[in-house]
Nanobody, 123 residues
């Protein structure tokens, strides 16, 4: 079983910065794509940024140039550096990780979500 623990959310003023972290643990054989998604009140969950095992990144247009995703494979952790935050960035941010786990029945693909961390940007 694979678990994710997120940290780093909080309240920040517009123009400020925050860093989110998400650490994976459990019976992990390999991790492929790691990413961050967010859900604002009354809106659907949307992709913010993803990063592959080969460090290929993808960003939502709304965060390009302001957010940076990175990963530490040894620590099984993905980070999201957020700068020049805007009130419209206010949302619950969810970590998402996909890979291969080791189970009693052999190797199995997995995809898990974190519990979410709230980011509030005040104007």
């Amino acid at each position: 079983q694979v678990q994710l623990v997120e940290s780093g959310g909080g309240l920040v003023q517009a123009g400020g910065s925050l860093r989110l972290s998400c650490a994976a643990s459990g019976s992990i054989y390999s991790i492929n794509v790691m990413g961050w998604h967010r859900q604002a009140p009354g809106k659907q969950r949307e992709m913010v940024a993803t990063i592959t095992r080969g460090d290929i990144t993808n960003y939502a247009d709304s965060v390009k140039g302001r957010f940076t995703i990175s990963r530490d494979n040894a620590k099984k952790t993905v980070y999201l550096e957020m700068s020049t935050l805007k009130p419209e960035d206010t949302a619950v941010y969810y970590c998402n990780v996909g890979g291969v786990s080791i189970t009693t029945w052999g190797y199995r693909d997995f995809e898990v979500w974190g519990q979410g961390t709230l980011v509030t940007v005040s104007s």
